[in-house]
């Protein structure tokens, strides 16, 4: 076999390889971008670290219903660059992270959480031996949560007039509100700053906890978790809404969603005006 | 004529004082003058052992949440090439403000070779066994009962009699501290401390059939052995009776319900106590008990025995056990 023979054949190896290699470029940009639909959830109001269980417990009952997957984050700063990348499937968040990041991200609420009827929440201050807001000063707060969150809902709580102790006081984040509650119970904290349901909830669980604290502040009602897609969603997501909706029609779709902390969900649009216009 | 000079000296003298005083002032509040606040207490963090889970994520939530401004740390951890000797020589030379120990050999050792620095310690079990010295501060390892016992009501709602079985060698104060908590939660305990190896078997049945739910604690006459365990918690799934318990290493054998404390909680608890006492500040609690819960809930051995549990309380469960 000559030399030109051999470059010959390669050239043409090479020629077939190149044209295999665009071929397969050209049928996935054809493709549809990504088949599977993602639900990427992250919440800044809450630090119990169930991802693995949400991730097997979602991934299960969506699988079942469709080409759909689960993903949950446990940085903020990860969550939002998948949503401001892909800009694709369904983000679950928390009413307090939507309003921040929909100036950044513009989003487009579609469903809002609903536990025991209720639409909305309210965080509460509260504590056994401190009975006054000046005396916050120094001490340690309790909350589930990240501490930007924290520290955010006291801000909102003390307003301006206590601007100045806010920096003076030290935060603990603990998995979930009843152990923030609790944690003021056995003095490891002077204060917890929680959910007024999850207050209302000691009373069931430790009733004497309950009875030792007082209320010292309240927040404004928040909505509970919302359901959005980005304004430039590159993929129609409606089948994958219709999913996150019918599951509190289903045992098993309902019980996952109490994991969220949810009995089911209620759509923007059929929401009063005076409440939706809050999500715009 | 002289007493003339001297006012105009005293005069200039005060003058000069006042001067430096101002500038002193101006230099302090520009910042030029290092504020003595500004030097940093120095933490000297010694870990038993490198490769437990537990103990690297106390280590990783204390220094994320301490004030870097107001904190360096010095890492030191026991393994074959670092010796309790080196660590000797190390708080001697590196010279701490504060010594944080993580697990039982860490702190036994700062103990040992702290002097007479304050030490912090974490993830010691039962802490009480090592003695304690007047500048020593921790966190418990241990839920308080009151928390264990409320968040298990929480859960599984509606049994209220709770089985327990114990060594009053090992637990007797324990047991007097869950009998109180107990009551104060409308609960019942029921206790069985009175047993021999050879009849434990009879004595755990007849315990199962006076109960609601058994709560299996920390106690090494109870837990001697494998076979020991795996006997109770038969007998608990033949009785239809679930079982709550501290550790997840229970989960194999059936346990329904495992209430343990967290982990990353129990580290930023340290560091927040660590900086109290770097200020010297009035600490209320000196051993605090961890604020932080991890729940594990099996929701397949509930089905198997057949007890419902609150659904509403599944936001606060870290980790469910479905059937494969």
């Known amino acids: 076999m000559s030399i030109n023979t051999f470059t010959n054949i390669n050239r043409c190896t090479i020629k077939t390889l190149l044209s295999v290699f665009f071929t397969l470029v050209l049928l996935i940009q054809t493709a549809p971008a990504g088949t599977t639909s993602t639900v990427f959830f992250y919440n800044p109001e809450s630090s119990v670290d169930n991802f ?48 921040q990041l929909n100036s950044k991200t513009p989003l487009e609420a579609k469903l809002v959480g609903v536990s025991k009827g209720e639409l909305q929440q309210r965080k509460i201050l509260t504590a056994k031996d401190i009975s006054t807001i000046s005396s916050l000063s120094g001490a340690t707060i309790a909350g ?73 502040a309240d927040g404004e009602k928040n909505f509970l978790l919302i359901a959005a897609v980005t304004k430039v969603q590159k993929t129609d997501e409606t089948p994958l809404l219709k999913v996150i909706e019918g599951m509190q029609d289903q045992e098993i779709g309902e019980r996952k969603l109490k994991m969220l902390g949810l009995d089911g969900w209620k759509r923007i649009d059929a929401l009063d005006a005076s409440l939706s216009k809050q999500l715009r | 004529m002289i007493a003339q000079m001297k006012m105009n000296f005293s005069k200039s003298i005060n003058r000069l004082i006042l001067k430096l005083i101002f500038q002193l002032v101006i230099l302090f509040l520009m910042g030029v003058v290092p504020a003595f606040a500004d030097n940093p207490s120095k933490i000297f963090i010694v870990n038993s052992d490198a490769t437990v889970t537990k103990y690297r994520e106390v280590k990783l939530a204390f220094i994320s949440q301490l004030n870097k401004q107001t904190n360096s740390t010095v890492e030191f951890t ?30 036994q050792l700062s103990s040992q070779y702290g002097e007479n ?18 500048n020593t501060f921790g966190i418990a390892n241990e839920l308080s009962m009151s928390q264990e016992l409320s968040l298990s009501r929480y859960v599984l709602p509606g049994l209220n009699r709770i089985g327990v079985i114990y060594d009053p060698k090992f637990n007797t104060e324990r047991i007097a501290e869950a009998r109180k908590q107990a009551t104060e939660l409308g609960l019942t305990l029921v206790e069985l401390n009175n047993f021999e190896a050879d009849s434990l078997e009879k ?32 007998l608990s799934t033949e009785h239809k009776k679930p079982i709550i318990t501290y550790s997840n290493a229970f989960m194999s054998y059936g346990a329904s319900l495992i209430i343990a404390a967290d982990t ?30 991890h729940i594990a809930l099996n929701v397949c051995q509930l089905n198997k025995i057949n007890i419902r549990y609150n659904a509403d309380a599944l936001d606060a469960v870290n980790q469910i056990i479905e059937c494969k």
């Open chain 2, 117 to 134: 620095k304050p030490i912090l310690f974490s993830s010691a079990i039962n802490w009480q066994r090592f003695g304690h010295r007047d």
């Open chain 2, 264 to 293: 990353p909680t129990m580290g930023r608890q340290a560091a927040n106590l660590a900086q109290n006492i770097l200020l010297h500040e009035r600490i209320k609690e000196v051993v605090q008990t961890p604020a932080g819960s």
């Open chain 2, 203 to 234: 004595n755990v049945e007849e315990l199962l059939s006076k109960i609601d739910i058994l709560w299996l604690i920390a106690d090494p006459s109870v837990l001697s052995d494998k076979d020991t365990v795996e006997k109770i918690f038969n």
């Open chain 1, 144 to 216: 589930a949560g990240s501490d930007e969150y924290i520290k955010g809902q006291l801000q909102q709580m003390l307003g301006s007039e206590y601007s100045v102790i806010i920096p003076k006081i030290k935060l603990l984040s603990v998995p979930k509100d009843i152990d923030a509650l609790m944690a003021v119970g056995y003095g490891v904290a002077g204060a917890a700053i929680s959910s007024e349901t999850s207050f209302n909830k000691l009373a069931m669980i430790n009733p004497k906890q309950h009875a030792q604290l007082k209320k010292l």
């Open chain 1, 52 to 99: 693995a269980a949400l991730k097997s417990e979602f991934d299960d009952y969506l699988s079942n219903l469709g080409e759909f997957a689960f993903q949950p984050f446990s940085e903020r700063a990860t969550f939002e660059t998948a949503l401001t990348e892909k800009s694709q499937g369904i983000y679950l968040l928390s009413s307090w992270h939507y309003t």
């Open chain 2, 78 to 107: 026991i393994d074959d090439n670092h010796t309790p000797e080196q660590l000797e020589k190390l708080i001697k030379s590196e010279n701490p403000d504060l010594i944080f120990s993580i697990g039982s050999q860490a702190y």
